[in-house]
């Protein structure tokens, strides 16, 4: 079970971090991801991080303002949010699945329950 929290309401240029809490002891075997879906719009890729935090991949547009991050004994996972944008304004979900670099959301085994960021100009 994933739960993810953290969003909320901010202006432009601002930051956010979200988490991820995980149950179960089987966290770190597997690959995180983070994903959005702005209204309207269909569920978008964000970052994914490999089982040991070696690795991580993002979407070209958050490259460089977003940083995906986990702490296996704690059994969470973090997007850290920096230089938001209003089109980063979405509801925010975090994912469990085996390969590193899935960007489809079919790739995923398991979700959280989403977390809305919102962002004003």
């Known amino acids: 079970q994933l739960q993810a929290y953290g969003g909320g309401l901010v202006q432009a240029g601002g930051s956010l971090r979200l988490s991820c809490a995980a149950s179960?002891?089987?966290?770190?075997?597997?690959?995180m991801g983070w994903f959005r879906q702005a209204p309207g719009k269909e569920r978008e890729f964000v970052a994914t991080?490999?089982?040991?935090?070696?690795?991580?991949y993002y979407v070209d547009s958050v490259k460089g303002r977003f940083t995906i991050s986990r702490d296996n004994a704690k059994n969470t996972v973090y997007l850290q949010m920096n230089s938001l944008k209003p089109e980063d304004t979405a509801v925010y979900y975090c994912?469990?699945?085996?390969?590193?670099?899935?960007?489809?959301?079919?790739?995923?085994?398991?979700w959280g329950q989403g977390t809305l960021v919102t962002v004003s100009s």
């Open positions: 994912a469990a699945g085996p390969s590193f670099r899935a960007t489809i959301p079919a790739e995923y085994n398991y």
């Open positions: 991080i490999s089982w040991n935090g070696g690795r991580t």
């Open positions: 179960g002891r089987t966290f770190s075997s597997y690959v």
